[in-house]
């Protein structure tokens, strides 16, 4: 199994012909260093295809998840924060296409 013990979220769109090389040096470009155990999430302009590229300590392993009808939910690149961090609920809900945002809002409702 492969551990992951943080997931960050690119929010600029990608050319998904990219394989594991040009997402790490993306990775690199952007985040300053690919950290090991730390996963990376990018999105193609559409929003129909993602891939996740994870640093397991030793390389790299670069996974591909297509939608057949709709659309992952993706920030917007007019934000400040060109990356985000993402809980385990989160990228759960992101992958299934629901509004992963809405979990960080119901988080904060919660603790109070």
């Not at 260093?33 to 640093?55: C, D, E, M, S």
Request: aromatic share 8%; with cysteine; proline share 4%.
């Amino acid at each position: 199994m492969i551990r992951i013990d943080a997931m960050w979220l690119a929010a600029e769109p990608i050319d998904m012909r990219a394989g594991a090389e040009r997402l790490l040096a993306r990775v690199v470009q952007v985040f300053g260093a690919a950290q090991a155990h730390h996963g990376y999430l990018f999105a193609n302009a559409r929003g129909t295809r993602i891939k996740l590229l994870v640093h397991d300590g030793f390389g790299v392993w670069c996974a591909a998840r297509r939608l057949n009808a709709g659309r992952f939910v993706w920030p917007g690149t007019t934000n400040a924060t060109p990356t985000l961090s993402l809980t385990t609920a989160q990228f759960d809900a992101l992958m299934l296409g629901l509004p992963w945002q809405r979990l960080a809002e119901l988080s904060v409702i919660t603790r109070a």
